[in-house]
């Protein structure tokens, strides 16, 4: 399908993006690797004027390493974090879930900022950023703020982005020593995660969360505290994505997503 006509509107920075969405309001709608927003688009399930496109936006495509974080600028491609040898060297997460996105052209275009926007339930990226307690920087043109991973996430295609608010980076802690992995069950044509499941482990206990089973991604706080009983793998991950409302699809019922949820919970658990 084609999509209704709309004016594509390239901001040169971050300042002239947040300008331009005060000035358009609801008419406009910023545009990062079109992965999303443009299918919807094509779809006819959205419809905007103007498209401000930030995806070449110098300041939002930077990986840096400051104060013991990581600093990943909004508009890093997946392809970009893959290559990225800091990223491989310090946040050895990050690169195993961004290969297992999409493939290579989604991987190329897309970014983890428009991902995370757009808050799809299947998408990799909040149950990486939930384990590894990631924050998310924030500016609008009341200024600029932090949130974390799990304030950030609220539901279905739902977050705490606020009208005229824009992400500008991700920033993770970097733990010497930290065992971390991210496994998923994937939808094999999209890769989309059924259930994805990420883990971290350092000085300060277990962090597991889960995307893919619920609408919203979660820490399972069961798993967390019975790996830090000392209880086995087997055992932590038999508790997994207990008392949580699980997504039902064409692709998995609620009984399987849940049983695969606790099946990939202990291959990751397995594999650190
Ligand atoms: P866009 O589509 O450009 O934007 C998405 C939304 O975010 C829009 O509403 C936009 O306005 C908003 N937005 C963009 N940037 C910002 C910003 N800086 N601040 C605030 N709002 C912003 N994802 C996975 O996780 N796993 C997969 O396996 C996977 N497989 C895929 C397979 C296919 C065939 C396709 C088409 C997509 C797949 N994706 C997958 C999604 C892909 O990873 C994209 O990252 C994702 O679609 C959105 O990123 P984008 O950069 O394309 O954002």
């Known amino acids: 399908m084609i999509p209704s006509n709309f004016n594509y509107i390239k901001a040169k920075s971050v300042d002239e993006a947040i300008s331009l969405m005060g000035q358009h309001g609801d008419e406009a709608r910023l ?3 079109g992965h999303s927003l443009i299918p919807a688009l094509k779809l006819r399930l959205n419809d905007y004027q103007y498209l401000i496109d930030v995806s070449r936006i110098p300041e939002l495509r930077n990986i840096e390493e400051k104060d013991g974080m990581i600093h990943i600028g909004a508009m890093v491609t997946h392809g970009e974090i893959v290559n990225s040898d800091l990223i ?7 690169s195993q879930a961004a290969d297992l996105i999409g493939d290579v052209q989604v991987r190329n275009l897309g970014t983890i900022g428009g991902s995370i926007a757009h808050a799809d339930p299947a998408a ?8 590894t307690d990631a924050h998310i920087h924030l500016q609008g043109k009341g200024g600029s703020r932090k949130v974390a991973a799990e304030d950030f996430f609220q539901g279905l295609y739902s977050t705490a982005l606020e009208e005229g608010e824009m992400i500008t980076s991700i920033g993770v802690p970097v733990h010497a020593g930290a065992k971390s992995t991210y496994v998923k069950f994937m939808q094999p044509a999209s890769r989309f995660a059924i259930v994805g499941c990420a883990v971290v482990i350092n000085g300060n206990g277990a962090r597991v969360a889960f995307n893919g089973v619920s609408a919203t991604p979660f820490r399972d706080k069961d798993v967390e505290a019975s790996l830090d009983g000392g209880d086995s793998s087997e055992v932590a991950a038999s508790k997994a994505a ?3 409302s699980i997504m039902s699809d064409h692709f998995a019922s609620e009984a399987y997503r849940k049983q695969m949820a606790k099946v990939y919970c202990k291959r990751a658990l397995s594999s650190l």
């Open 124 to 131: 990799d990226w909040p149950g990486v950023l939930l384990a």
């Open 31 to 33: 545009l990062a690797g």
């Open 242 to 244: 207990e008392g949580v």
């Open 88 to 94: 491989k060297e310090k946040l050895g997460i990050f």
